[in-house]
């Protein structure tokens, strides 16, 4: 695997966005059994893969979670259920959000958010690390 810069510059955001979608663009169209949800599956679209390089790609830390976010799912437990207001969330028709935590080794907590839609399935939304208050 290749290194994965540390900066924040406009460059190296560009490289970590890349080498996210590289990662995870072979898992789109996949479903992942996800802890949370005692197993039931949780699919990865484009749009999911998308929009977790835009995110995650900001923080080193939020890019080395995207990059392990088939374990995130599987160790993910169930933190709070919305129902989506804001645009972006609405942009993907989901009925309900589901903020999920997952604790990864050597990273930490990671928040995973996960949409369901009207036919009941499981979409991927996005995973960042989750940044200390």
């Not at 802890?35 to 749009?47: P, R």
């Not at 890019?63 to 995130?72: C, P, W």
């Not at 990273?107 to 940044?131: A, D, P, Q, S």
């Amino acid at each position: 695997m290749e290194r994965i810069p540390t900066g924040n510059s406009r460059d190296v955001v560009y490289i970590r966005r890349a080498i996210i979608v590289e990662t995870l663009s072979p898992l789109i169209g996949t479903s992942v059994p996800c802890g949370a949800f005692k197993g039931k599956s949780v699919e990865i679209l484009y749009n999911s893969v998308d929009e977790t390089a835009t995110r995650a790609s900001q923080r080193y830390e939020s890019t080395l979670a995207a990059i392990r976010l088939v374990e995130a799912l599987r160790e993910s437990s169930l933190v709070r259920i919305d129902i989506p207001k804001d645009k972006q969330k609405k942009k993907m028709y989901f009925v309900k959000i589901y903020e999920l935590k997952a604790t990864l080794t050597n990273l930490g907590e990671v928040k995973i958010i996960v949409g369901e839609r009207n036919n009941k399935r499981m979409i991927h939304y996005c995973i960042t690390k989750k940044v200390k208050e």
